[in-house]
């Protein structure tokens, strides 16, 4: 989903409600969500504003924008497992995600899960992983097949080769992979 291009005017991803009413006090209407590709741009393109800054921006230790920085601080909490499992943005990359693999990985679920694994963390999972993430593919299938309304809601857009349970059930293996602390911290 990552938009690519270089320069050009900031850009305001969904931002929860009541944020920027934390700056003036009242009711705001100044945070106009950005629509198209441009709100899948890197975050320094976000709309930055000292008074309430990008929520997070923050939880993920953003250096301070009136210093220069020579070494990112790295920290671990709550409110960035928090940010992984609930914002739209990390919703629809495993959305992405899970079209990718269904698209670009034919065959039975092991190749799949060895090309998102791949995609993910540049390397195969080990059998306990695998053997892990086929009983969460597994209990994520089951948990669809019981609610008719659940893959719609998961993945609404077609995959060709892909029933809509099995797309709602690898939106569910990719959030876990999108969430690994091996994917999401940089050592």
Do not use: H
Request: charged residues 30%; negative net charge.
């Amino acid at each position: 989903l990552l938009d690519t291009e270089i320069g050009g005017p900031s850009i305001r991803p969904f931002q929860p409600d009541g944020v920027s009413e934390l700056s003036y006090g009242k009711k705001s209407n100044s945070w106009k969500e950005s629509a198209g590709p441009e709100r899948y741009r890197r975050g320094l393109y976000i709309f930055y504003k000292r008074t309430t800054p990008y929520p997070m921006l923050n939880n993920f230790d953003a250096p301070d924008s009136n210093t220069s920085c020579t070494r990112r601080a790295r920290s671990d909490t709550p409110l960035q497992a928090l940010n992984l499992l609930n914002d739209p943005a990390f919703f629809e990359a495993a959305q992405a995600l899970a079209v990718r693999v269904l698209r670009e990985a034919p065959g039975p679920l092991d190749d799949k899960l060895d090309y998102a694994f791949e995609l993910c963390l540049d390397r195969k999972p080990n059998p306990r992983e695998r053997e892990r993430l086929e009983k969460y593919y597994a209990s994520e299938l089951s948990l669809v097949e019981k609610d008719a309304k659940l893959p719609g809601v998961l993945l609404p857009f077609p995959v060709d080769g892909a029933d809509a349970n099995q797309r709602a059930a690898w939106v569910g293996v990719s959030r876990v992979l999108l969430n690994l602390d091996e994917f999401v911290t940089r050592e």
